[in-house]
């Protein structure tokens, strides 16, 4: 992580901004499908 943050922007800025906002939302989907199974099982019996 830290070799990546203090490295240089190799180009494709365009490209890696669509690759971030399809993993946002990928791992949104993902979070969003999770917390739905945790709450159909039963994450809130309390």
Known sequence: M???KGGPDW???LRGEIRES???ILT???????A???ERVGF???
Do not use: I, K, Q
């Open 28 to 34: 949104n989907s993902l979070w969003w499908s999770g």
């Open 44 to 46: 809130s019996r309390g």
């Open 2 to 4: 830290e070799g990546l």
């Open 11 to 13: 180009g494709f800025p």
């Open 36 to 38: 739905v199974e945790l």
């Open 22 to 24: 399809t993993l946002s």
